[in-house]
């Protein structure tokens, strides 16, 4: 594919960015984010919740743990798809990284990444990276490092 091709299917010029609301959870884990487990059974909506126990499965790194994670950040992804369709979003378009209650969606969205391509699924790796990249630059600088 030519980059001139590329740009012109990822392109979000002239889509409305999506910000999200407040994540219910996010406050939560900034108090006492050692009860993790317990905020996100409160609060299971939260993609912030999913996507900070995928990555600390990921830290751990053990095949357990990154089937631990890849199941986590799904849930957090699909999570915050749902609530990017509540919010307007129509299926593309930019997720602003700068809008705080979207990190926890596109935390999620690089954590099924990473956790993907640890499990072979190439494609879903790729997919996802693109995914963000489309989504906020800016996250995927700040995640991809």
């Known amino acids: 594919m030519t980059e001139a091709h590329r740009n012109l299917l990822s392109s979000n010029a002239g889509t409305p960015e999506t910000r999200l609301p407040e994540d219910p959870a996010a406050a939560e884990v900034e108090a006492d ?32 743990d990154t089937i631990r994670a890849y199941a986590f950040a799904r849930t957090g992804y699909h999570r915050g798809l749902d609530a990017l369709r509540r919010a307007g979003w129509r299926g593309s378009g930019p997720v602003p ?8 969606f596109l935390r999620a969205l690089w954590a099924l990444s990473v956790a993907a391509g640890r499990i072979g699924e190439t494609e879903e790796r790729e997919r996802c990276a693109q995914f963000l990249r489309d989504s906020s630059e800016t996250a995927y600088g ?3 490092g």
């Open 33 to 64: 984010g050692t009860r993790l487990v317990e905020i996100v059974g409160r609060h299971p909506a939260s993609s912030l919740g999913w996507a900070l126990l995928a990555e600390l499965a990921l830290d751990r790194n053990t095949p357990e």
């Open 97 to 104: 990284w700068e809008h705080l209650p979207n990190r926890g």
């Open 142 to 144: 700040e995640l991809a």
